[in-house]
């Protein structure tokens, strides 16, 4: 046993010496950088060489100039298992890493984003200094992100450890910023403290995927704690009542993809032109029911396979639709319209341990448990009034004119309990209520020319009023400023659409519109100066479609659309009517859509449908200090002036199973998902359509 003990123990000596030896490499000068991933187009540029492109597995070399400011996007990890990403818009100098002084120069950053993890080394520190036109940023294993502007303002944001920052200005009074919390510095001036915002990205979007964060689809394998309030999530209860009160008095800012355009379907097409309603020639109605419930992100066994998690926590809505159209032959015309009512719901639990506490009764930077409780209930109605009349001796022009209003109602209900390590809690309670009122005129116009392809035109002119205000707001039992934003607006929008037919099989669709909104709107809000806001905005879009019939029973159809949004927005302060924030957004958007339906046996059939929608957001921002020296948002929040960028790609799926149980009634399972961004949705939809009298001859 002796000889077998004594091997052991050389064996153990040996796996010291050489993990020390590694470790003494490691911090010695022995590391290197290697690119590991790359997308888009990015460039390298070396002392006497000229830039070229960037690839996987260089080597990257002290004095390298990285750029991605054509939009690409480079992962550099370390021989010592750090990982830095360079993000699009940027443009980075590699110091000399390779150092064994104290702290190793690691970066230069000129402008742009970079997001840093640095590891520990044998459960060691490992120092790094990372550089930008106004601060120097000191790092011993953490995480963090670093954006500069190109005028030399940097903020620094920090996920996990802690980071040193200090100013060139001033660098004998450096700060510490721990996890959850931000500084920015700017050229003569003080280090300013802030609280990161919902992005959990300095200028991109958090996706709610359970924090992970994504750009353009690649990771590089670095996990990403979220920064933000779990009650911003996409699944919470508040983050749906606000995303819903968005959609309808903001409805022009979202992109607007094309989807069946090769198709008609009057029922449908004859809302948004009614002239297409002088297509019918009997009397017809078409009926919806509309059932659907959704699930949670907390799953377990074969509740995970359906995506319906927590049975306590409850996504459901409910949506009868009936459409009539009327043919009077007498008079050429055909008068019509739909009524539409729908009912949803979303009962939401969070609870986190270990966050960062907010309140006022809390420290700056106490950790601890946060439960956040919400339930948000929503009802729509809308309604269309249409009329339409053929004219000429041919009868192949036709107009229409319609009116459509649409009433919803909104609450939410919210419960933030948040503890300390000493027991120290706060209870907040929430209870807000919305509404919104749009009415729309509508004029159009469809002329059937003479290859059989038909052109329709329309002109809609709308306006709306909107509110969303806190019912009541307590923490601990006192009360507290109650929230209030109240929105009135204005929108025109012209579009046009043409179809026609290629082949006895094919057909196709174009389609194109220009929208234009003008808002107007007044907020209050805790740690904000009352506002008066001001925005407007304007959407083009194009789109193209495809659809084929290879056989009976079958259909495909392909769509695709491109279009850009602009929108820009002041916002003053009401007292004294000086100017606190100026924003300015670009937001150009592709979409496509493919889709198929087919019979399978006797009378069920099959569908499936994908969306893809890719969007890129630059903002311009600019916020001015209000009369108690505060540069903050319209949220109360602290972000710095100047641009950011951000483009995502979101996915949608269909994919259903039916049965027609006759001519005039099926029915249809459908399973929605937006793949892995919220849980999946379950639908029934039922529909009835009935066809009286017989076809006219009239034209």
């Known amino acids: ?140 294993g953490t995480e963090f992100s670093v954006a500069v502007e190109p005028r030399g303002d940097t903020q620094v944001v920090v996920y996990e450890g802690i980071v040193e920052v200090s100013s060139f200005t001033n660098p004998r009074h450096p700060v510490l910023v721990q996890p959850g919390h931000g500084v920015i510095v700017r050229p003569n001036e003080d280090i300013q403290f802030f609280v990161p915002g919902p992005n959990n990205e300095i200028g991109t979007r958090s996706n709610g ?21 779990s009650d911003e999530s996409f699944r919470s209860a508040a983050g749906i009542h606000e995303r819903y009160f968005q959609s309808i008095v903001e409805s ?4 607007r993809p094309s989807r069946f355009t090769a198709f008609p379907d009057s029922f449908f097409d004859s809302i948004e032109n009614p002239a297409y309603a002088a297509e019918f020639r009997t009397t ?36 009868p639709q009936a459409s009539v159209f009327v043919a009077l032959p007498k008079y050429r015309s055909v008068v019509g319209g739909r009524v539409a009512f729908s009912r949803d719901g ?69 419960t933030t309990i948040q503890t300390d390590a000493a027991g120290l809690t706060s209870r907040e309670l929430v209870d807000t209520g919305s509404f919104a009122r749009r009415t729309r005129f509508t004029f159009g116009v469809n002329r059937e020319l003479s290859s059989g392809t038909k052109l329709g035109l329309f002109y809609r002119y709308g306006f709306v009023t909107a509110e969303d205000r806190d019912r009541s707001r307590t923490l601990n039992g006192a009360n507290r400023l109650l929230n209030r934003t109240t929105v009135t607006g204005r929108s025109s929008e012209i579009g046009l659409r043409i179809r026609g037919a290629i082949t006895r099989r094919l057909f196709y669709g174009v389609e194109g519109s220009y929208l234009f909104t003008n808002n107007d709107g007044q907020t209050r809000r805790a740690r904000v100066v009352d506002s008066d806001v001001f925005a407007g905005s304007t959407r083009a879009t194009i789109g193209f479609g495809l659809g084929y019939v290879p056989w009976r029973g079958t259909v495909l159809s392909l769509d695709v659309a491109g279009g850009i949004t602009r929108i820009s927005g002041r916002r003053l302060e009401r007292a004294t009517g000086s100017l606190l924030q100026t924003e300015k957004e670009r937001a150009p958007f592709v979409s496509l859509h493919a889709a198929v339906q087919a019979d399978v046996w006797r009378r069920s059939f099959l569908s499936a449908s994908v969306l893809s929608v890719t969007e890129t957001h630059v903002s311009d921002l600019t916020l001015f200090p209000d009369r108690f020296g505060r540069r903050v948002t319209g949220d109360g929040l602290f972000m710095p002036n100047g641009r950011t960028r951000d483009r ?52």
Do not use: C
């Open 648 to 699: 995502f790609t979101d996915y949608f799926g269909n994919f259903g199973v039916g049965w027609r149980f006759n001519r005039n009634f099926l029915a249809e399972y459908i399973f929605s998902t937006d793949f892995g961004q919220t849980s999946p949705r379950h639908t029934l939809l039922l529909r009835y359509t009935f066809d009286r009298g017989e076809e006219s001859s009239w034209k």
């Open 1 to 140: 046993m002796l000889p077998i003990a004594l091997l052991m123990r050389a064996l153990l000596v040996l796996a010291a010496l050489h993990a020390v030896h590694n470790l003494a490499s490691a911090q010695g000068g022995s590391i290197e950088a290697r690119v590991t991933s790359v997308r888009g187009h990015a460039l390298i540029s070396r002392q006497a060489s000229a830039p070229s492109d960037i690839a996987r597995g260089v080597i990257v070399e002290p004095g390298d100039q990285i750029d991605t400011r054509a939009g690409g996007r480079v992962a550099i990890e370390l021989g010592d298992g750090s990982l830095v990403i360079v993000q699009p818009g940027s443009l980075v100098v590699v110091r000399d890493y390779r150092n064994a002084s104290s702290l190793r120069e690691l970066l230069q950053i000129m402008v742009g984003r970079v997001r840093v993890r640095i590891n520990h080394l044998g459960g060691r520190p490992n120092p790094y200094r990372i550089n930008s036109p106004t601060a120097s940023i000191a790092v011993r």
């Open 284 to 319: 017809q109605g078409r009926f919806f029911m509309v059932p659907s419930v959704g699930g949670t992100q907390e799953k377990e066994g074969a509740r995970e396979l359906l995506g319906l998690g927590d049975s306590r926590l409850v996504d459901y809505s409910v949506s």
């Open 346 to 414: 979303l009962q939401s639990l969070t609870v986190d341990d270990d966050v960062r506490l907010m309140g006022p009764i809390f420290p700056g930077g106490t950790s601890g448990r946060r439960s956040i409780d919400g339930s948000t209930k929503n009802q729509l109605f809308t309604m269309s009034l249409v009329a339409a009349r053929r004219f000429g001796s041919d009868g192949r022009t036709s107009i229409g004119v319609g009116l459509d209003y649409l009433k919803t109602t909104g609450s939410l209900f919210n």
């Open 209 to 229: 995927k359970g924090g992970r964060s994504e750009e353009n689809g690649d990771t590089s394998g670095e996990e990403v704690t979220s920064s933000a309030s």
């Open 252 to 255: 022009g800012e979202l992109p």
